[in-house]
């Protein structure tokens, strides 16, 4: 009963988006709106501006490198994150602990 | 002491910081809280500093890496951001020291330097949402809050934590794919990423691509409303805000939602633009969602027997009124809603932590179990009676300069009948909030003499505690002190701010 | 809504990555496996990968890698390739995180059906 | 999984995935590739020698105080890196201008602050992944 009442709905949501595919723009062209002056900045400059052949590396650790520290960070939160659920603690296995369990 | 580099400081403060704690060799003890704690005030007095100079200057933009806004990254160093920023790292160091003792009762002692990690984590991400101006920005820092709120909740590693943390996690997973399709889809017409920049484009590109925009504020919205709890999507807050540990309860409750509804706000005034906001008819909805909010949430909160879970529900109506806020498009409504959000954040904090106190002390959970609970600890009590007296809004408190504004907001923009809904859903929170403070200090309780105790509860929590409390009332007594910022920053928020 | 073959076929990523995005909500919220949640959350997000990358992508371009010994040439967009390495980041990140919960609910349930858990949990609440 | 083959597999390509690993980390600003893919290569080393020659060997090669130390390492690195070009009067992560050498075009030692970053960022996402790995199987038993 559930699924077939979050099948309607999806399905409808799916009506709704594919219907909007006609009027996004189309896929491949170079007169996009989101081909613009930025990506354009990007490819004439950045060899200039970073010494990177890679444009996309130029961007991910240049222009936009400050987003990179944020997922280095995500990273780290994520190990954060599962450490303190499931990790063992080997280095810091104190004696008081040790009692806890006992 | 001007330095356009704060936000940066302070946010590499607390990175540094969050990053070096599993180094350290000590265990866990006094001299690391003394650490944690300088750290946090430095970060704060950064922020003082921040938004006095914000104040005494104009706001300003900081680009990083030093290329053009739309390049680069761009944080928008406004009025109200720098307040959010202050009151964000006020909250948390009062909760963070309230949380030195408390915490030992909750966690495993092996888990706290990771409680803490997580934590300074957790705060560097919300500052850098509030000030971040690039939309993808916005989404990586959205993401390290989403992992790090679920984890400091199933810290506890109790079985009902788990289950909570693990719809929470759903439920926020969900909320952030959404955003980001929201972010594709303004990106695929506009081809910027900058809040500013988008702004300037917007108006032209809704006459060429409607649809997109529509697709796109549509899942936007949604993404931030699961993540924000409005009234349908709401269903992972009580779970998650009751189980988690008392600190953690009070930093979701009163921060980290309010992070998310900023982004909202953002996304409806400084990105899509209020006109083409009020154009797509979005504007409408969410103040059918906002009412909602309001309403169920105080109806469930009727039924709760348990103290934590009550306080949960309250959450989602509260968050309703903010939504109302910014859902009536207008300025005034938009500046009653920042006020709210606010406010709310120290009245809920300040619940959550005397809830928290009580339960430290008694482990009673169970609001029917509260008789006299007062006489036991009056201190715990009248925190818990200043915060609730906000919630339902009389006259003195910040709850009740929240909903004056609203109504105000409410009023200027031709919807009286909303007016109603605004009482009833007072009247709502007056039933379901007096009972719990009437009991205390009425009713006798069974097998204890009626006379007055010193709190039992260390005396660190007591000091933060009260510190929430009177920031709570200060705000309310002196509304002008937050409402003049708010009301500078709303021009810049609102006009497309400073941009390319 | 008109649907003839040449729309399908010239925007056959964007449908594709609709199609995906609503599988994988379907998967989130029927199943009631936890694993096959987080598979489904996984496809959601590799849907928008699909979709960002489709928005960068332009006929006939190539890489954004400039090699300084040839000429101009037509370059693909190169933000979104470098947003979805960060979001491919993120997403590794909250598998990693939403794994470690699984882990511990089996630990305290002995099972990742959540259906089968609320049945323990509806029990241990009677008692 | 204690299969003679596999294990003398993978002792052979061991040296190669590294290898390639450590190549795509270096040429992350020339060719395709980066921190994010040589990093997970080289940490796939790692993880398929843990599962030829189980945990405890595998927990050798990358014992969880390294491991946590080039975590802190990599991200306080990043951001002593950005602060350069506060240092030098520019706003934070700033590359050319705050005299980051540049070196030549298309040459492996060029392009400032990026091949540096993206070494770091190629130790900490190797170790993050090793760490995930082991972890999860530590609590597996």
Avoid at chain 1, 3 to 23: D, H, M, P, Q
């Amino acid at each position: 009963m559930k699924k077939i009442f979050t099948l309607i709905v999806l399905g409808g949501l799916l009506l709704v988006l594919l219907s909007s595919i006609s009027e996004l723009p189309p896929i491949g062209d170079r007169t996009n709106p989101s081909y613009n002056e930025i990506a354009e900045y990007y490819i004439s400059e950045g060899a200039e501006d970073t010494g990177s052949t890679n444009l996309i590396a130029a961007i991910i650790t240049d222009y936009r490198a400050f987003d990179t520290l944020g997922e280095t960070t995500v990273l780290f939160t994520g190990i954060a994150a599962v450490v303190s659920l499931i990790g063992v603690f080997h280095h810091r296995k104190s004696d008081k602990e040790e009692e806890h369990h006992g | 002491m001007s330095n356009i580099h704060f936000p940066v400081y302070i946010l590499m403060l607390l990175l540094i910081f969050a990053v070096t704690i599993p180094l350290q060799r000590k265990s866990y003890g006094r001299r690391f809280q003394i650490l944690m704690v300088s750290v946090l005030g430095i970060a704060w007095i950064m922020a003082l500093l921040e938004l006095l100079m914000v104040l005494w200057d104009a706001p300003y933009s900081y680009t990083f890496g030093s290329y053009p806004a739309g390049i680069g990254i761009e944080f928008l160093v406004d009025e109200f951001s720098a307040l959010m920023t202050l009151i964000v790292l006020t909250l948390s160091l009062l909760i963070i020291i309230y949380s030195l003792k408390d915490l030992e009762h909750e966690i495993e002692s092996s888990r706290m330097y990771s409680y803490y990690t997580l934590v300074f984590l957790l705060i560097f991400s919300m500052i850098g949402m509030i000030f971040t101006n690039d939309m993808f920005n916005l989404y990586v820092f959205m993401e390290i809050l989403s992992i790090t709120s679920v984890a400091i909740i199933a810290i506890k590693k109790k079985k009902d934590t788990l289950m909570a943390s693990m719809k929470y996690l759903m439920m926020g997973a969900i909320g952030s794919v959404t955003v980001l399709m929201g972010i594709a889809l303004i990106y695929m017409v506009t081809g910027q990423l900058n809040m500013s920049a988008i702004n300037e484009e917007i108006s032209a590109v809704w006459r060429l691509y409607p649809r997109n925009i529509l697709l796109a504020m549509g899942f936007m919205i949604t993404g931030f409303s699961i993540k924000a709890a409005i009234f349908p999507l709401h269903n992972w807050l009580p779970d998650a805000h009751s189980t988690a540990p008392t600190p953690s309860s009070a930093l979701l409750s009163g921060l980290v939602v309010k992070a998310y509804i900023f982004s909202i706000a953002k996304i409806m005034y400084r990105v899509v633009g209020k006109n083409i906001s009020v154009d797509i008819g979005i504007a409408d909805y969410l103040i059918i969602f906002a009412v909602l909010s309001m309403m169920m949430g105080s109806v469930f909160a009727l039924t709760q027997r348990d103290i934590k879970r009550r306080l949960a529900y309250s959450s989602v109506s509260q968050i309703g009124y903010i939504f109302l806020g910014l859902a009536l498009a207008s300025e005034m409504g938009f500046s009653a809603a920042l006020f709210h959000v606010v406010s709310h954040a120290f009245m809920k904090s300040a619940l959550f932590l005397s809830a928290g106190s009580i339960i430290y002390l008694t482990g009673k959970r169970d609001v029917k179990n509260l008789d006299g609970i007062g006489y036991e600890m009056p201190i715990t009590m009248t925190v818990f009676s200043i915060g609730v007296l906000g919630m339902i809004g009389i006259p003195g408190t910040s709850g009740f300069m929240s909903k004056w504004y609203l109504g105000l907001a409410v009023l200027d923009a031709g919807h009286p009948e909303l007016l109603i809904v605004l009482l009833l859903s007072s009247f709502l929170n007056a039933l379901y909030y007096l009972p719990i403070i009437v009991s205390a200090f009425l009713r006798e309780s069974p097998g204890r003499p009626l006379e007055m105790h010193r709190d039992g509860i260390p005396g660190t929590m007591k000091v933060s505690m009260v510190l929430v409390a009177v920031g709570s009332l200060v705000i309310g007594l002196f509304p002008h002190l937050v409402m003049d910022i708010i009301q500078q920053a709303v021009p810049t928020f609102i006009g497309s701010g400073m941009g390319l | 809504m008109n649907f003839d073959l040449s729309t399908i076929a010239n925007n056959i990523n964007y449908i594709g990555a609709m199609i995906l995005f609503i599988i994988g909500l379907y998967t989130v919220l029927t199943h009631s496996n936890l694993i096959k949640k987080i598979i489904g959350i996984n496809i959601m997000e590799t849907s928008i990968f699909l979709f960002f990358v489709s928005i960068g992508y332009v006929k006939g371009a190539v890489a954004p890698i400039i090699d300084p010994s040839t000429g101009d040439k037509v370059f693909v967009n190169p933000l979104p390739a470098a947003m979805i390495l960060t979001g491919i980041v993120v997403a590794v990140s909250i598998t990693a995180f939403a794994l470690s919960i699984i882990i511990k609910i089996h630990e305290a349930y002995g099972t990742i059906d959540l259906d089968e858990i609320m049945k323990i949990r509806s029990v241990e609440e009677d008692e | 999984m204690d299969d003679l083959f596999v294990r003398v597999i993978t002792k052979m390509i061991l040296p190669f995935i590294q290898l390639y690993g450590v190549y795509v980390i270096i040429h992350g600003h020339l060719s395709p590739g980066g921190g994010f893919s040589g990093g997970a290569i080289f940490a796939a080393s790692i993880v398929l020698y843990t599962l030829a020659f189980g945990l405890k060997p595998g927990q050798k090669r990358m014992p969880h105080k390294v491991s946590s130390k080039i975590e802190t390492g990599g991200i306080i690195f990043f951001i002593l890196v950005g602060f350069a070009g506060i240092a030098t009067g520019y706003n934070f992560l700033t590359n050319q201008e705050a005299g980051f050498p540049m070196g030549e075009l298309g040459s492996v030692f060029s392009a400032g602050l990026i091949p540096i970053v993206t070494i770091a960022i190629g130790l900490k996402v190797m170790s993050t992944i090793i760490t995930l790995f082991h972890t999860m199987l530590e609590e597996e038993g």
